[in-house]
């Protein structure tokens, strides 16, 4: 089983924007539904975006409108855009299929929001 690599997270402003890449292989971004996930601390890790095959997509409430999760295939990647960024966004942040592969966890992307 494949550990997924995370990128692209560090320290933002708030109000301001990262944007996260998670590389994958041509046949897994395809055929399978992909999310975003996300571990503040001392809270349990949740799906904050996810995109199915028809790029069907979900948000939670808490990312709504501030957050686009996106698939491209020129570059096998699956990638979340982030803005309007705030204090409670900060966590480690993980790419993995919906529903997640448990084998499959990365070491994850810190993302800390703080003026």
């Known amino acids: 089983q494949v550990q997924l690599v995370e990128s692209g997270g560090g320290l933002a402003q708030p109000g301001g924007s990262l944007r996260l890449s998670c590389k994958v292989s041509?046949?897994?971004?395809?055929?399978?539904?992909w999310g975003w996930y996300r571990q503040g601390p001392g809270k349990q890790r949740e799906l904050v975006a996810s995109i199915d095959r028809g790029d069907r997509v979900n948000y939670a409430d808490s990312v709504k409108g501030r957050f686009t999760i996106s698939r491209d295939f020129a570059g096998n990647t699956v990638s979340l855009q982030m803005n309007s960024l705030k204090p409670e966004d900060t966590a480690t942040y993980y790419c993995?299929?919906?529903?997640?592969?448990?084998?499959?966890w990365g070491q994850g992307t810190q993302v800390t929001v703080s003026s």
């Open positions: 041509t046949y897994a971004l395809i055929f399978n539904n």
């Open positions: 993995n299929v919906v529903p997640a592969e448990r084998n499959a």
